[in-house]
């Protein structure tokens, strides 16, 4: 099995259409459609099914073409890694951040990293933390990054613990639930889910935490800018890492309640797979992440600072 064929299987697959996927490997069609028979007759199944719409892959060929691109990340970060290692500071990092991460740790950490390596693309994906964990099993990013959970599955993953946070609640500044002065009192407010569903969110364990049933839902969400959007300008309730809420960019238009109950306690960190050897870029990134955490911690990130005040 050569690895120029599975490209053209995977070319095929990703675009569709065999003239399409013949322009992007850069051979004729009838070159293309050869390789890919190669690999039908090698495997002795049928991989793609043919229409007049294009292509599409059989259940053979889907399970082929998830292997055939986990194999081309795996050559990509090694040549990556072997060019890193000789000193030539190149390649790319794919990074997956869940809205929490985006929004405390990300900002800084990309500002001071690419300054010290320009030439290393950086991938940041914002996700969910399930999602984000699939992504991490399979390849598809190299680190994540978002609040690490106590059902954390032990022995598969490497958790660099990065900073402690509080999720509080807040409102837009004029909202009446700002009049709140226990959890209980929040019980009928329309809250913002960060989560796929009713089940997930922190908003949910906060309450449960306190021996309260979760809060009604008013939005769910998987942005950051949806978070902050809705919180804003409607009259929502949603639990915000508190280093976020009293930066002057957000702070002029949320306010945080002072509830009789301390907020959600969290831990940020980044995490990686357990079986895996961290590059050296890797491993600067890292760095860097604990960097951007010490200053978010001193509250002397550069979205901290009032210039940045767009009011």
Do not use: C
Not at 35 to 52: F, G, P
Not at 176 to 201: C, F, H, I, M
Not at 229 to 245: C, E, K, R, W
Not at 305 to 311: E, F, I, K, S, V
């Amino acid at each position: 099995m050569k690895l120029v064929t599975l490209n053209a299987l995977v070319a095929a697959i990703e675009e569709g259409s065999l003239r399409s996927a013949a322009r992007r490997a850069g051979v004729s069609q009838p070159a293309l459609t050869k390789m890919i028979r190669e690999l039908e007759i090698e495997l002795a199944t049928t991989l793609l099914t043919r229409s007049s719409r294009g292509v599409t892959p059989t259940a053979q060929g889907k399970v082929l073409y998830e292997r055939a691109v986990k194999a081309q990340r795996e050559l990509r970060s090694a040549v990556d890694e072997i060019n890193q290692m000789d000193g030539r500071l190149i390649g790319e990092l794919r990074v997956g951040a869940v809205p929490l991460a985006v929004m405390l740790l990300v900002p800084e950490t990309l500002r001071t990293f690419v300054q010290e390596f320009p030439d290393i693309r950086l991938r940041v994906a914002e996700e969910l933390y399930v999602a984000q964990l699939h992504k991490l099993r399979s390849g598809e990013v190299d680190i994540t990054i978002g609040g690490i959970p106590d059902d954390l599955a032990t022995g598969e993953f490497f958790v660099e613990p990065l900073l402690k946070t509080t999720m509080v609640a807040t409102v837009r500044k004029d909202s009446p639930w700002l009049k709140a002065k226990e959890l209980a009192d929040l019980q009928s407010a329309r809250w913002v889910y960060t989560g796929s569903n009713s089940e997930s969110g922190y908003a949910k364990l906060f309450f449960e935490h306190h021996g309260l049933a979760a809060p009604k839902i008013g939005a769910i969400v998987n942005s950051t800018l949806a978070l902050l959007s809705l919180v804003a300008s409607g009259d929502y309730v949603a639990l915000m890492p508190i280093q976020i809420a009293r930066l002057p960019i957000v702070a002029q238009f949320v306010s945080i309640i002072e509830l009789a109950e301390a907020g959600y306690e969290l831990e940020v960190g980044a995490i990686l797979r357990s079986d895996s050897v961290p590059s050296p870029v890797l491993r600067n990134l890292i760095a860097h992440l604990h960097r951007a955490a010490y200053h978010v911690n001193r509250g002397d990130t550069p979205l901290s600072d009032p210039r940045y005040n767009l009011a």
